[in-house]
């Protein structure tokens, strides 16, 4: 049983959470004071975080929420985050879930909401949100594909990984950098020690030393014991950098030093450590033209980029759209306990033309999305569709496709990427499942809290099948 920390400045929510939760959890910590928070976690084992996005210091923009949030998940990335939000913040539970909060929940809740809550994120706490796993686990999903350029990158994967090199990940994003590097240490003669991904996008600057050279005892406030960086626990094993193309120079220069002596010093130390790791980064950013620009350093530069793999897009995989489409189907029914599920042909031939800005990302969520959904036992892609064409609209003509309320509002800001699409459409339902909930069924009530029209409330319904 998860313990669980609730983090409110309102007492009466604690009180609440407290007893609410008390006889399903092995312990409830209360929090008030969100800036306590990060020493609160140091000395106490927690399972699960509770977190409010809207403090009374900035009652309404859930900012002070979002960077609570980022603090833990660059601190604690394996924790699992659920925040609490308000009916009418759907954009702002959106953003939380892209920055790695693990779920949600909307105030007002009934108490059976907030048990479903917890217990959902504890069963499935090693199913970590993308933004979320910076130490991810190295079991690596099948790298599916058939095609004459993924049959290259896997030949080129296989040479590399029974030597030491280091290795640059190229391609989009969503294109498979982390399952590619995942597999080349699975098969190298390092798959026995660990594998550890440090997602260098969402690691705040001034975490940057502490989290990766580890910090000893007294060196700051707050460092209350030694600790390993993430380089150490690397030792023996990979090091994988994701999203290398945004680091700062100052931080590109002390990276280079340790690639350079293999050794590192943890904030504090006075003496370096050793490290013997194999080093693989990915970026979807144009490293080379970062150099000419002057904003990537050229030695470090050539120090990661012994061997190159680019990843292509998946609209370039011809044969793979159908393999992946196959594979994520059977797995997808498998894992909602569906039977056998089917894509039409004429559908299949749509998928096949369709341009994937989110490519393997984009395709699985949308598999997903339709196994959900689906009320027989063939596939409906049709919301895909309609996306995308309406993508094409609003590109064409900026402002047609959008209209009012709040929940509208969100789908403006995310009428991009399948993924953003995806989170919102998962926001938008739980929230007004949610609402139906608390208010009974009554459906006049729960449009009215939400800032929905009941006829928009109704549409809403239908779509989502409440
Ligand atoms: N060839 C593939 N076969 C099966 N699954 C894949 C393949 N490529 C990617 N995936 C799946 O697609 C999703 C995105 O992959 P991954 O995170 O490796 O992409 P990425 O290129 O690292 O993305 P980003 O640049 O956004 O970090 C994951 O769920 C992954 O399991």
Redesign the pocket.
């Known amino acids: 049983m998860p313990r669980v920390l609730v983090v409110d400045d309102n007492q009466d929510i604690l009180t609440a959470c407290r007893l609410c939760l008390k006889p399903h959890v092995a312990d409830v910590l209360t929090l008030a004071n969100p800036t306590e928070l990060m020493g609160v976690l140091k000395v106490n084992k927690v399972d699960l975080v509770l977190l409010d996005m809207n403090f009374t210091r900035d009652a309404s923009s859930g900012e002070e929420g979002i960077f609570y949030l980022k603090q833990i998940i660059a601190a604690y990335p394996q924790l699992p985050v659920v925040m609490m939000t308000a009916y009418a913040d759907v954009n702002l539970a959106v953003r939380a879930m892209h920055l790695g909060a693990r779920d949600f929940i909307a105030k007002p809740w009934d108490n059976q909401q907030l048990i479903d809550a917890v217990a959902y994120v504890s069963d499935n706490k090693h199913t970590a949100n993308?933004a979320n796993p910076a130490i991810k686990s190295p079991e690596a999903?099948?790298?599916?594909?058939q095609s004459e350029p993924m049959q290259a990158v896997q030949r080129l994967m296989e040479k590399v990984a029974s030597s030491d090199a280091n290795v640059l990940i190229l391609?989009e994003?969503?294109?498979?950098?982390?399952?590619v590097a995942k597999s080349i240490h699975r098969m190298s003669q390092r798959s026995q020690q660990a594998f550890v991904a440090v997602d260098m996008g969402t690691l705040p600057d001034n975490l940057f030393e502490s989290e990766l050279f580890g910090y000893r005892k007294g060196a700051f406030t707050g460092a209350m014991r030694d600790s390993d960086g993430r380089i150490v626990h690397a030792h023996q094993g990979t090091l994988f950098l994701?999203?290398l193309g945004n680091l700062p120079l100052v931080q590109q220069g002390k990276l280079l030093t340790v690639l350079q002596n293999r050794e590192v010093t943890a904030v504090g130390a006075l003496e370096a450590k050793a490290v013997d790791i194999r080093l693989i980064c990915?970026t979807?950013e144009n490293l080379q033209q970062q150099v000419l620009d002057g904003k990537f350093r050229q030695d470090l530069f050539y120090r990661i980029n012994t061997v190159e793999i680019h990843?292509p897009p998946l609209r370039e995989r011809g044969e793979d759209i159908d393999l992946?489409l196959d594979?994520y189907c059977q797995q997808y029914a498998a894992h909602y306990g569906r039977g056998e599920l089917s894509i039409t042909a004429s559908d299949r031939k749509w998928l096949r033309t369709y341009n994937w800005p989110g490519n393997?990302?984009e395709l699985?969520h949308s598999v997903e999305r339709a196994v959900v959904l689906a009320d027989s036992d063939t596939l409906d892609f049709s919301q895909l569709a309609r996306g995308s064409s309406a993508a094409m609209q609003e590109a064409a003509m900026p402002g047609t496709t959008t209209q009012g309320t709040a929940i509208q509002d969100a789908s403006m800001h995310n009428n991009g990427a399948g993924e953003d699409e995806f989170l919102l459409e998962y926001v938008e339902r739980k929230t007004i499942q949610q609402a139906l909930q608390f208010y009974r069924g009554n459906v006049s009530h729960a449009a009215k809290a939400l800032g929905l029209t009941r006829g928009a409330m109704y549409r809403r319904m239908e779509k989502y099948g409440l």
């Open positions: 993308k999903p099948t790298l599916i594909g391609g994003s969503g294109t498979g950098k982390e399952v994701d999203e990915a979807n990843l992946l594979y393997v990302r699985a």
